[in-house]
């Protein structure tokens, strides 16, 4: 691709910037063989229109897992060019259904998947675990001599000289990259809308968003125009979206996985860090993707990685493992579909003779929001606004919520900032020995023993917000402020003869009051057919421990409840 030629540098305005990427992005779609047919309606759960358009075989294609893609290609059974054709195919779709695309990559796509199958056919082994597995990506990670924006108008025409480090890594296991998708405006949303590419929707319930701010990602995946993609998160910019559309998704802990490559403002801000991650319609497919990864040892090449080896050990072995059920974080209570399927899924598990449910009480969840809500924009908005201001972009609701209506941003002095950070520190210990307290002895090493291993709790107050509603972050940035590891997993969706019934409640402040109004206002059959997903959550650098706690969980329940496709 060349350089973008209509830019705010060129003289153009914003909506002329957004008209020409937009039509750069259909011109991309056009490439798509066969092309698609004409759709003259989007009904509200845009997931048939899959069957309407697509062949059996694509279907069946890309409806796969990423482990049984890459079983399937590895063993010949299918060419990793009909795998890349089929989903280029169904991400072409995607875009039409839910507004998710920012630009297919069939040239480099298929030009990746000829190079694997050949390299198959004669070698009669793969080259990595991923060996033709579409991976979509989103847009402020780098991808070579293409566009870099981040989602703000007045950056269109900065150009990326090299994939990003994680792109390097993932292509090396094996891995396609065929399509680059939507983010927010200032990428500090919980949904997806920019004024470059307007509103990505829900594939499930179009009135609601896909999240944010890897909302293009959760969208595109949810549809299954992908099975495998990067997302990045710093107040629950991957769970937001695996949630909302039925995905697994993981943040891990920071500096384990390479960010090496990718675009925003504040570069370089240390007080609270943003981390990237799988979304994946499989648990297994974010297990792959984040072993690939680390097995590749990206600390070599990224100093600022931590050097830590995939840990294969078994953690409950010899042990139950024991999950602390957080119901309601103490601000804002969750709606009624969310209650529900965390009930489901413990009443589940108190039946099971491998795993212990405690209760876990909220430590201060309140504060922990305005210690991270004050640390995410140390310059006090300065950088975000400029970037919106370079091209007279107007401010989306969502952007405008959080740098311009969020009482706690400031702009730090030095002192100040140290002050912060030694508040952020204070909470995140006091949250460990909240943690500590769980331990039911001390052993004569001084080992605490019988602690909580797990919490289980959810990932928003809702289903999928509606669109321009997503303003209570608390039950994912909580995680971000402790850098603890989190991984989500689809349990059901939003059932009106289940969850319809009327439900008194009075609020206990603004905000849960706000939540609340929602769920009266539109009820059960506004959220009709929203995935409804829960969130694992653990000590920090115990990653893969997170995975095998979800490995039993869905051993033991039977996740999740329902198939979305």
């Not at 060129?10 to 008209?19: D, I, K, L």
């Not at 259904?97 to 056919?121: G, H, I, M, T, W």
């Not at 396609?176 to 405006?185: E, G, N, S």
């Not at 804002?332 to 003779?353: G, M, N």
Request: proline residues 6%; aromatic residues 8%; hydrophobic residues 40%.
């Amino acid at each position: 691709m060349a350089r973008a030629a209509v830019t705010i540098a060129s003289g153009a305005t914003w909506q002329e910037v957004a008209a020409d990427r937009q039509a750069y992005r259909d011109s991309t779609i056009a490439l798509v063989e066969p092309p698609l047919s004409e759709i003259s309606d989007i009904p509200l759960n845009t997931i048939p229109l899959a069957k309407q358009v697509l062949t059996a075989e694509e279907i069946n294609i890309t409806e796969s897992t990423v482990e049984d893609l890459a079983a399937t290609i590895a063993k010949g059974e299918l060419s990793a060019v009909t795998v890349t054709k089929a989903f280029l195919r169904r991400a072409a779709l995607a875009q039409k259904a839910c507004n998710c695309v920012v630009e297919l990559l069939p040239a480099r796509s298929l030009a990746r998947a000829e190079f694997l199958d050949k390299y198959l056919s004669e070698n009669g082994k793969t080259i990595g675990p991923l060996h033709g597995v579409p991976i979509s990506v989103k847009e402020h990670l780098g991808v070579k001599d293409l566009d870099h924006n981040a989602g703000f108008v007045s950056w269109v025409g900065r150009i990326s000289p090299e994939d990003a480090h994680i792109v390097q890594i993932l292509e090396a296991a094996g891995g396609v990259f065929h399509v680059r998708t939507t983010q927010p405006q200032s990428l500090m949303h919980l949904e997806t809308s920019s004024n470059l590419y307007g509103v990505t929707t829900n594939p499930f319930n179009t009135t609601l968003t896909s999240g944010g701010s890897s909302g293009g990602e959760g969208a595109l995946i949810g549809f299954r125009g992908s099975c495998l993609g990067i997302g990045t998160d710093i107040g629950g910019s991957i769970r937001s979206p695996a949630a909302n559309n039925g995905l697994y998704g993981m943040k891990p802990t920071t500096l384990r996985l390479p960010v090496g490559g990718w675009t925003a403002t504040m570069a370089g801000a240390e007080q609270i860090v943003p981390t990237i991650g799988p979304l994946s319609t499989s648990l297994e497919g974010c297990k792959i993707f984040i072993k690939a990864i680390i097995d590749a040892k990206p600390w070599y090449k990224e100093p600022s990685m931590l050097p830590f080896p995939w840990k294969e050990e078994d953690f409950f072995s010899k042990k139950k493992l024991k999950i602390a059920v957080l119901w309601d974080d103490g601000v804002v209570k969750p709606h009624p579909p969310v209650t529900r399927a965390l009930k489901e899924v413990v009443d589940k598990l108190k039946e099971s003779s491998n795993v212990e449910i405690v209760e876990w009480k909220p430590y201060k969840h309140d504060l922990a929001w305005e210690l991270i809500a004050n640390l995410y924009f140390s310059d006090g908005g300065a950088q975000e606004l400029a970037a919106c201001a370079e091209s007279n972009e107007p401010l989306r609701p969502l952007t405008k919520y959080i740098l311009t209506e969020n009482p706690h941003v400031q702009a730090h002095s030095v002192d100040s900032m140290w002050a912060a950070c030694v508040k952020r520190d204070n909470y995140r210990a006091e949250y460990a020995a909240h943690w500590n307290s769980t331990a039911t002895s001390v052993s004569s090493t001084g080992e605490l023993e019988g602690m909580v291993d797990i919490i289980l709790c959810p990932v928003g107050p809702g289903a999928a917000p509606k669109i321009d509603t997503a303003k209570w972050w608390g039950y994912t940035s909580q995680w971000n402020l402790l850098d603890y590891p989190a991984l989500i997993f689809p349990v059901d969706k939003v059932v009106v003869a289940k969850d319809g019934e009327k439900t008194d409640y009075q609020p206990r402040n603004e905000k849960d009051k706000y939540n609340w109004d929602l769920w009266e206002k539109y009820g059960a059959e506004g959220w009709k057919d929203a995935p409804v997903s829960l969130q694992l959550v653990g000590r920090r650098y115990e990653d893969e421990k997170v995975i095998q706690a979800l490995e039993i969980v869905q051993k033991e329940t039977g996740q999740p409840f329902v198939t979305y496709t």
